[in-house]
């Protein structure tokens, strides 16, 4: 008995047919849908959650927000949506960007397509009837010859390794998966756990409540002042007639966004000229200093000065010298850890209420029943939250059992690194596809770009099979390893690997560490996806469709 005939029997289900299945709700599988059905292909997505919006969906945490431009951290593909929509400020909170999200799958008729609170247990690939079959947590089964991952680089939550974490007798939160009632601070005492761009976002909110806020420390982050403003109707208007050209902007960048970046060494200029254009992009906020000089991620010298500049803010800002001291980040290079962006995040340490507890010097021991004890002694606490980021980049796809060809899983495929083609196709995996994967830009460039170029790319593949009557398509082992040398020739350079991220698979335990991901840049990556499928994919092997395939389409 054949792998998937052993899953349809043991979950007692008859397998329901369609052409393209999806797992994820977020940004990428909401375009899928909608791609694949203008295409006249039928489909079934399935996602986690009560409902669309991926990481949206789950992080409703005190002062949720984006740290990318409104305007670049939005959908491109339809005019009409562009038009109706308006932003209400340049960085959006998260009530807005579900309510942008729910206008979306309104507009375009999506929420039909989906099967929400379904959890996808395992895929497995039929190399003789060439369809993946997927079976649900509740155990319905379902195939199709095309299965597309849309499960995003940030989707399983990150236990903290803290022993004793079951026994605090308080209330704890994961910032990942926030409750969707208010939770009241009120004389509370708040401990904070995670210091990344998520925890910054919490410890900047929450430290305004009436409340007594204690933030564990454990690495301090980069993080520059946001700046956020209202977006006026006059801006949006101006917007809304030049949106073709800023999205052509966005798709030849770096980044995927209309972000300015300087081709400008930091070198070039001299000492007085580089302190006057770092002033000058503190003041513009968001992250227009890491687009000042060309180099700060290859030049280690270059980036010292750079991040000097913002330790020398962080003593401007914060009144205590020793405090001020604990939150200059030492040790590794400002923009190696993913930048942060902030709302008076250091003025908060002013703040009486606020407590910094520096876990460098004074490490976590253990929760207790109270609170957190430390080597210095235990701090009582009411409410825990548990900022401590994901399993990124490959958490999701190993979270259940994939099975391609001959049997071979994701996990053993990926136990020394994550490993495809264009971070979109996996060796040995036919017609299984990603979209923001492992070894694309993934957490480098804009996800929303990304996303659009991944579904576009995966339909004209999709397409392509369909034109020629072929039954499956994966890149060769030769394509694979290329695409691979790639990915490490240019990440070797970069100063990303100095730090230890979850960009490089550090923050979790024994995970394999590298940097995985595609750093040329996303107009670079746009331009090898484009050759990938230039010459009828020549570097895939392709099979033809056979007979069990077209009897079950017919």
């Keep these: 008995m054949t792998a998937v005939a052993n899953a349809s029997s043991s979950s007692g289900a008859s397998p329901r047919r369609v052409d ?14 909608y791609k694949f059905r203008e295409m006249g292909l039928s489909l079934q997505a399935f996602e986690a959650g009560g409902d669309l919006g991926g990481v949206w969906y789950w992080n409703r945490y005190p002062g949720a927000r984006v740290d990318l431009p409104s305007i670049d951290y939005s959908y491109s593909f339809s005019r009409e949506i562009e038009q109706e929509w308006t932003w209400s400020e340049q960085y959006a909170a998260q009530p807005e960007l579900l309510r942008y999200i729910d206008f979306v799958a309104t507009r375009l008729d999506l929420r039909p397509h989906f099967q929400f609170n379904t959890r996808v247990e395992n895929a497995v690939w039929s190399e003789d009837r060439q369809v993946w079959t997927l079976t649900t947590k509740a155990g319905e089964v379902w195939e199709a010859p095309y299965c597309i991952m849309a499960t995003g680089p940030l989707s399983v939550p990150k236990k903290p390794e803290i022993d004793g974490l079951d026994r605090f007798h308080g209330q704890t939160y994961y910032a990942a998966r926030w409750p969707h009632t208010p939770v009241d601070f009120t004389g509370k005492r708040v401990g904070v756990i995670g210091t990344g761009s998520t925890g910054i976002q919490i410890i900047q909110t929450v430290g305004r409540e009436d409340c007594e806020l204690f933030v564990f420390q454990r690495t301090p982050s980069f993080t520059m002042p946001m700046r956020n403003v209202p977006l006026e109707p006059e801006y949006m208007a101006e917007v809304k007639r030049h949106y073709a050209g800023i999205r ?182 036919p017609n299984l596809f990603m979209t923001t994967g492992p070894n694309g830009p993934a957490a480098l460039a804009n996800i929303i770009r990304m996303s659009e170029n991944d579904v576009d790319w995966i339909a004209a593949a999709i397409l392509h099979l369909r034109e020629h009557g ?77 007979r069990a395939s077209q009897d079950l389409a017919a």
């Design 470 to 546: 072929l039954g499956s398509i994966e890149p060769t082992r030769e394509t694979e390893d290329k695409w691979m040398e790639l990915v490490h020739t240019l990440a070797r350079p970069s100063l990303i690997n100095k730090a230890k991220t979850w960009w490089v698979g550090a923050n979790v335990e024994g995970k394999p560490q590298g940097l995985t991901q595609f750093v040329g840049g996303f107009m670079k990556y746009r331009e090898h996806c484009a050759a990938a499928a230039a010459g009828g994919y020549a570097g895939h092997r392709k099979e033809p469709l056979r």
């Design 20 to 33: 393209v299945l999806i797992v994820g709700g977020g940004f990428g599988g909401m375009y899928a849908v």
């Design 248 to 429: 052509e902007v966005a798709r030849n960048s770096p980044i995927g966004g209309a972000r300015p970046q300087s081709t400008r060494a930091f070198f070039t200029v001299t000492p007085a000229q580089r302190l006057s254009l770092l002033e000058d992009s503190w003041k513009q906020g968001g992250l227009a200093m890491l687009g000042t000089f060309g180099d700060l991620m290859i030049n280690e010298e270059a980036n010292e000065h750079v991040a000097n500049f913002v330790r020398g803010k962080i003593a401007e800002v914060v009144n205590d010298p020793d405090t001020a001291e604990r939150l200059k980040p030492k040790g590794y290079p400002i923009f190696a850890r993913r930048p942060c962006l902030d709302t008076e995040y250091y003025e908060t340490f002013n703040r009486p209420n606020v407590h910094l507890m520096d876990c460098l010097t004074d490490p976590i021991i253990e929760a207790t029943e109270k609170g957190i004890r430390t080597a210095a002694g235990e701090t009582e606490l009411d409410i825990l939250i548990l900022a401590t980021g994901y399993d990124g980049l490959t958490g999701a796809l190993m979270a259940f059992d994939v099975q391609g060809r001959d049997g071979r899983t994701v996990q053993e495929k990926w136990k020394d690194g994550p490993r495809s083609h264009l971070g979109i196709m996996l060796e040995g995996f």
